[in-house]
Structure formats: structure tokens, C-alpha cells
């Protein structure tokens, strides 16, 4: 039986410590990965995390935004200490879950769904008034998830732990690849990876990116892409597993029009 990416060779832009896994459900998909970060992750000096480390040790709740926020937030944790036993630990989706469970967190809670707005429906997190809320992320992010927890009384803080930044990266190989008919789909994460690649790429490879099918794990990403000019964009559902679903059942149905 043929495998259901057969033939097929996906870009993955996720960040270089990031890319493995998605790389490895597609070629588990019989399909090939092409690995091109645009986008990477850099810690936030510990220095710059002495205000935040101190505001944690009183916290109540602590919110972890992403797999980067557990992995970068924990390690700035762990080198100052460790997690307040009496905090409440959320992290925003599944795979954030599992990478503090994999820091040795227990009792996360998390929500179905995999934004700030799943987050929020939490009955947890209704009644939040003199609550004190460490929100841990990268620098700068969306506004939503602080201002209403703010709204609802609880007194935020942040400790931006990581920075993204786009990667020193030759795109020349990917652009021979992608002229010669290589590349048949594109997998993003957030919109700023798109606006890397597209600034890796540069005026050669916009028309590539533009007409190859792209695939994003999360509506708001997928029409920050539909709005960039992409002609063909589908949004998965989140995760690894995610993008691979979106990308068997398009291709699934492309060899059924032909």
C-alpha cells in the first residue's frame, strides 16, 4: 500500500531544536522532509531574569505559553532554584504540557485547545481577583492573555525568557531545490516564521512560496499567510500530528481530483 506522502517532499522551518519531530512523522508518512529554520530561539540572559525569578516565588499561578516558554522558562528556574510548590502551573496546549512534564512539572493543567482563548475558557482561571499570575514567554507576544487575567483582577507579571530571531541561513540550496519542482508543500508555525522565510527567500523565492500549498497549525496563522499573498493555505490542527493530517488529507485528495 502506498504510504500517503509518497512522492511528496515538505519543507520544515520550525527552529533547528524543533524541526525532528515533524521531520519524522513526515518521512514516517513516506514522505521527505527538507529542514530550513527561519526562525530561532535564543535564551534571555539570566541577569535579565533576576526581577522575574524573585515576583515567581510569590506567584499563585504560573502560565507557560509555549514548548520554548517550558524549556527556556524552566531551565531560568531550575539555575535559581526550582517552581514554588504551591503554584498552579497552565501551560497553553498539549505540546507545552509535555515538554514541563518532560522538566519534571506534575499537575499541569491545560485546555482542549491550543490558544490563549482555550486557555481563558478554563474555569480555573475565572475567578482570578489578587491572584498574582506569572505569565512565562518569549519577548513581546500577544497582548490577550495578560490583559484579561488584568481585567479579571489578577495582578501579571512576565518573565520573557527567550527571544526569536531570524536565522543566518543560506536559502541557495533550497532555492535550486524548490526551482526544480522539489518542494510541494510548506509547514509554518507562527506568522514571523513565515516573514523569515520569505526575507530568506527574497525576491526569487517569493513566487515559489506564493504558489506552493502551505499548511499552519492554528486559523490565526493560516490567514496571516492568506493575507501575505499565499494562494493555497490550510489550516491543521495544532501540533506535529497536526500538520501531518493536514498534509495526508490534501494530498490525499489531490491524487483523487487527478
Known sequence: MTQPLAGRTVLVTRPAHQAAGLAQAIWAAGGAAFVFPALAIEAVPADELTASLTQLRDADIAIFISPNAAQFGMAAIRAGGSLPASVEVFAVGPGTARTLQEQGVSGVVTPDGQDSEALLALPQLQHVAGKRVMIVRGVGGRALLADTLAARGAQVHFMECYRRVRPQADAAPLL?????????????ASAETLDNLAALLGVAGRPLLLRTPLFAPHEKIADAARRFGIAHVVATPGGDAGLVEGLVNWFRNENLSQ
Open 176 to 188: 535550486a531545490r524548490w526551482q526544480a519542482g522539489g518542494i510541494d508543500a510548506v509547514t509554518v
